[in-house]
């Protein structure tokens, strides 16, 4: 049940989200750093840090554990730069 819960609470704040906020949301949930986020939407990386920042903030009104979501995307993108290496 708490999945369908996160679901529906995470379906909400996409829609909260302004569209550039949402594609740089979804960028960083497939593993890109923010400076590759910020080339592939042709913007800076400081735009991507900031829409980053309105992100955080709108996460935590709405009470998800912002540092564990933290924590968990640069896991990712530690593993993502770890296969780029092998490779």
């Known amino acids: ?3 369908v819960a996160d679901t529906v609470a995470i379906r909400e704040l996409l829609g909260r ?3 550039r906020q949402r594609e740089v949301c979804l960028l960083l949930a497939d593993g890109r750093r923010q400076v590759e986020a ?3 939407m042709g913007i ?3 735009s991507v ?3 980053v920042k309105c992100i955080r903030k709108l996460l935590r009104d709405k ?3 912002v540092e564990a979501l933290r924590r968990r995307q640069s ?3 530690r593993r ?3 296969k780029v290496q092998l490779t």
């Open 75 to 77: 896991k990712s993108s």
């Open 1 to 3: 049940m708490a999945d």
């Open 38 to 40: 910020a080339r592939m």
């Open 80 to 82: 993502r730069r770890r």
């Open 17 to 19: 989200l302004t569209p």
């Open 44 to 46: 800076t990386p400081q």
């Open 63 to 65: 009470g998800f554990d």
């Open 49 to 51: 840090n900031y829409h």
